[in-house]
């Protein structure tokens, strides 16, 4: 430390202009590792006014662990119903000129949910927040992304009308079901994907001889993407979808005989596409089939036919919660849930301090 007044004169003016000072230089190269790992978070805790992440009731939990992993409050909100169900939202803090993200996936119950965000966005947007980001790790409606029969609605790009017209400037999503609904936002979209903690969880289960699996020519890309992360080769499943969620499986193309095989897909919703895909894998001489998917939406009887497959362990994460009718799956380990709260906190952390998101993925 200075001793004499000439030393603090001199030391105060080496921190004006940028120096370094002898002291602070051997204690920068001390603590380097660990300033590295904190300088994101210390930087946001010096902003914490300009700030802010807040959460709908669609999956709390998601978003108080991402705080948690920035190092942030979530933000205090009041939001009840009226007797007919109508939502009523309030901000209880002050949010002007503010960088606000709204975390909200728009699972099930789809339309309450959605309906919740939209709101919440008018209202940080009538309360002058600087900007307002949707982080929506699910996005209803994205399997209606085109019209594939007459007469019908294109229902993903409404939803982004919906948002962009709320009062939305930026979006967040997590493994989209189609990647073109980017392109249905006039504002900038950010588009994650959760492969980095399900390849790293699948590299620690060591499965012998694996081979990946693509449920439908559609996730070919995304299936290929494991298969290169992991360097194992890649099968694909033919197979027709004759009414909304009715698939009949074709054909296996690739070789699966004596190999353990991991189905990825993006969404697990009745799970009948998944156990047809196990037997056919099985009939075809796979010894064991693990399954991957982000979002375990797990719709009517999908609880039921993964606990009577034959299907070793489904991995998913929690970009929405788990739907209480398969909790005792998960208690049995035949569900595994992967946290993507690390992830999705790094990409706020990244938008907020406007620094690149595509860097998390190298």
């Known amino acids: 430390m200075p001793t004499s007044l000439e030393d603090l004169v001199k030391t105060d003016t080496m921190e004006a202009a940028g120096v370094a000072t002898p002291n602070v230089a051997m204690a920068q190269t001390d603590g380097n590792a660990k300033a ?8 946001v805790s010096n902003e914490d006014r300009r700030f802010k992440i807040f959460s709908g009731t669609a999956n709390r939990e998601l978003a108080e662990a991402i ?101 939305a ?15 249905f936002f006039n504002i900038p979209v950010d588009h994650m994907f959760a492969s980095p903690v399900m390849i790293s969880y699948i590299r620690e289960l060591n499965l012998p001889d694996l081979t990946v699996v693509s449920p439908d020519a559609g996730g ?16 694909i499943v ?21 190999r353990t095989c991991i189905i990825i897909d993006d969404i697990v919703d009745t799970a009948g596409t998944l156990v047809k895909t196990v037997d056919t894998l099985l009939e075809k001489g796979a010894t ?3 399954a991957g998917a982000s979002h375990p939406v797990l ?16 991995v998913v994460t929690d ?32 938008i907020h301090m406007e620094t690149s998101v595509s860097t998390l993925f190298n």
């Open 36 to 43: 590295k790992t904190q300088t994101r978070r210390s930087r």
């Open 67 to 167: 705080c948690k992993h920035i190092g942030v409050t979530l933000g205090e909100t009041r939001m009840t119903r009226f007797a007919d169900g109508e939502v009523y939202f309030q901000l209880v803090e002050n949010v002007r000129g503010a960088d606000v993200f709204v975390v909200q996936p728009t699972c099930y119950p789809v339309d309450q949910h959605l309906v919740e965000l939209l709101i919440m966005i008018d209202a940080l947007k009538r309360a002058s927040a600087g900007r307002i980001t949707v982080v929506v790790p699910y996005y209803g409606y994205a399997r209606q992304d085109r019209k594939d029969r007459p007469r019908v609605a294109i229902s993903s790009k409404l939803v982004a009308d919906l948002m962009t017209t709320a009062g």
């Open 169 to 183: 400037h930026r979006a967040l999503f997590m493994d989209l079901h189609a990647a073109q609904i980017q392109g």
């Open 220 to 235: 070919v890309e995304r299936a290929r993407l494991f298969a290169t992360k992991l360097g194992v080769p890649m099968a």
């Open 238 to 258: 033919d197979k027709r979808r004759t009414d909304i969620n009715v698939t009949e499986v074709m054909n296996v193309i690739g070789d699966v005989s004596g």
């Open 288 to 290: 064991r089939v693990y």
């Open 299 to 314: 719709s009517g009887p999908a609880a039921e036919r993964i606990a009577n497959s034959k299907l070793e362990q489904l």
């Open 319 to 350: 970009s929405i919660p788990l739907r209480e009718e398969a909790s005792y799956l998960r208690d049995s380990g035949k569900i595994k849930v992967l946290s993507v709260a690390g992830l999705l906190g790094a990409a706020i952390l990244s």
